[in-house]
């Protein structure tokens, strides 16, 4: 059995359901229960995918229970409130990465350099026999943040900067628009999600006018326009249309799919 492991912040929901609908070779999904996937869940069961709902505990035995053919996807979605604190996020990053690999073939990790705070993930991992990927940048480079992965980019997420002309941008993606109130206290903009006028004075203290609406062509959030429309009337932004894509996530899950066949040859020669 073949399996990889994606631990990821929920923020990338939708690229990781994406990435499954359009994965036939995957034989089974296993998503580990916790408060924070309640959204992936929902998700694949309205796109009529069948998956296994689990316990931590239960890991284990779900896995010797696979067919020796069955490519598996572990999915394990962490909360948004690990972005508060850095030190926080990075223990819990590598807390699951420890955990996970005594089951798979490979993990993917889907962060970016989070304020630098995973940057040394594979040195820090180095020793595991199971590669560990984190989205990167065609380059090779480690993606930012979340907004640069939906923009493709540092490249695109500069020019997407400028395209305000130097007014400050605040990013929605599908996801952030659906819990930008959430992601306001995480980002220490307000303590109270409802205090928008709080909210407001910081905006307006930073320079923000503009909200940039990153379309990814995905819409598994289908209230993505109302909410934008939604964050924009609170603070009265100007709506500025961004052209998204999934390219750093559907690239950044091949190349960790290919370092199964990469170490599995390796073993093979040795």
């Not at 399996?3 to 998503?31: G, P, W, Y």
């Not at 009337?233 to 199964?260: C, H, L, P």
């Amino acid at each position: 059995m073949t399996l990889m492991s994606i631990i990821a912040c929920r923020i990338f929901e939708d690229e990781i359901v994406h990435l499954i609908k359009n994965d036939s070779q995957i034989t089974s999904i296993i998503v580990v229960d916790s408060l924070d996937a309640v959204g992936i869940i929902r998700k694949l069961s309205e796109n009529a995918i069948d998956h296994i709902v689990c316990s931590p505990n239960q890991i284990g035995d779900l896995i010797r229970s696979e067919q020796d053919t069955n490519y598996c996807l572990l999915v394990n979605i962490l909360g948004f409130s690990l972005d508060a604190s850095p030190q926080l996020l990075k223990e819990s990053v590598y807390k699951e990465i420890s955990i996970m690999s005594e089951y798979a073939d490979t993990i993917l990790i889907f962060y970016g350099l989070c304020g630098n705070v995973l940057g040394n993930l594979n040195r820090d991992f180095a020793h595991l026999s199971c590669p560990v990927h984190i989205l990167r940048e065609e380059d090779g480079e480690i993606i930012d943040d979340c907004i640069g992965a939906s923009l493709g980019g540092r490249e695109p997420y500069l020019r997407a900067l400028k395209e305000t002309g130097g007014e400050g941008v605040y990013f929605l993606t599908p996801m952030g628009a659906a819990f930008w109130k959430e992601m306001a206290v995480i980002a220490r903009l307000t303590n109270d999600p409802d205090n928008t006028v709080m909210t407001k004075i910081v905006f307006d203290y930073a320079g923000y006018k503009n909200v940039g609406k990153i379309n990814t062509g995905l819409v598994y959030e289908e209230s993505f326009d109302a909410k934008v429309e939604e964050f924009a009337q609170a603070f009265d932004f100007r709506i500025v249309d961004m052209q998204g894509t999934v390219k750093i996530a559907e690239q950044s899950y091949q190349r960790a799919k290919d370092s199964i066949t990469k170490k599995r040859a390796d073993l093979n020669e040795t």
